[in-house]
Every structure is written in C-alpha cells, then in structure tokens.
C-alpha cells in the first residue's frame, strides 16, 4: 500500500503587538520565508514590516512599528 505524503504547512501564523498597543493576530507568514534563518521570530517580524510597509502604501497611511511577534496558539 502506498503511503500517504505528509501535509506541510505553507505557512506560520504570527501575532504581532504594536507600539501603539494594538495587536494583530494570525498574521501569515510563509514557511519558505523562514526557511534558512536561525531566529525565526526575527525573520517572522521582518516579513510581516514587508506586509505592514505594503498596506501603508496603499491605504496612504504610515505603518506602525512592531514591538513584538509570537507564535500564534495552535486551535
């Protein structure tokens, strides 16, 4: 019989806490943008900045800078 190929993630949900207070939670980040990186909470952090600086332009608002990022819990 043959075995069944194991599901793998394509993407790490983050939550991310703001210097104005506000958190965003499950942000997704893409496995393949953690890949390779010895601080994944670093590399996460940096990724959704590229996400936040995105929607900044299009919106025409500032982004607001991120204090911290933690793993989301699993449900």
């Given at each position: 019989?043959?075995?069944?190929?194991?599901?793998?993630a394509?993407?790490?949900?983050f939550d991310?806490?703001?210097e104005?207070?506000?958190?965003?939670?499950?942000?997704?980040?893409?496995?393949?943008a953690l890949?390779?990186?010895?601080d994944v909470l670093k590399?996460?952090?940096?990724d959704i900045?590229?996400?936040d600086?995105?929607?900044?332009?299009?919106s025409?608002?500032?982004?607001?800078?991120?204090?911290?990022?933690?793993?989301?819990?699993s449900?």
């Amino acid at each position: 019989m043959a075995k069944k190929r194991e599901a793998v993630a394509e993407y790490i949900l983050f939550d991310a806490m703001y210097e104005d207070g506000s958190q965003r939670s499950n942000r997704k980040v893409a496995t393949s943008a953690l890949e390779f990186h010895n601080d994944v909470l670093k590399a996460a952090k940096a990724d959704i900045e590229r996400q936040d600086r995105e929607i900044a332009e299009k919106s025409g608002k500032p982004p607001i800078e991120i204090r911290t990022v933690k793993r989301s819990r699993s449900k």
